[in-house]
Nanobody, 115 residues
Framework: QVRLVESGGGLVQPGGSLRLSCAAS????????MGWYRQGPGKQRELVAE???????NYADSVKGRFTISRDNAKNTVYLQMNSLKPEDTAVYYC?????????WGQGTQVTVSS
């Protein structure tokens, strides 16, 4: 069992920035892929970005060039730096981590982009 605790969400104006963090209860060196997903109002949950244990990264086309995912295995934490935020980025953001082939989700953190 892996517990994931997200933080860093909030209200930001268009063009602003936020940094999300997701801390895992297990040693990050034991965790495979870690990623961020989001679910906007009336939408399905979608991949935002993911990073493997050896640092390979994949982004959704909608966030390329604006969001940066990173991982600090010593702190068992994955981050999502979000710049140039748009109203369409408004969603609940969820952290996902794979441990021994099983995916575990965090509780989610709300990001609202509005003037």
């Amino acid at each position: 069992q892996v517990r994931l605790v997200e933080s860093g969400g909030g209200l930001v104006q268009p063009g602003g920035s936020l940094r999300l963090s997701c801390a895992a209860s297990e040693n990050a060196f034991s965790i495979g892929v870690m990623g961020w997903y989001r679910q906007g109002p009336g939408k399905q949950r979608e991949l935002v970005a993911e990073i493997t244990s050896d640092g390979r990264i994949n982004y959704a086309d909608s966030v390329k060039g604006r969001f940066t995912i990173s991982r600090d295995n010593a702190k068992n934490t994955v981050y999502l730096q979000m710049n140039s935020l748009k109203p369409e980025d408004t969603a609940v953001y969820y952290c996902l981590a794979y441990f021994r082939g099983v995916g575990f989700w965090g509780q989610g953190t709300q990001v609202t982009v509005s003037s």
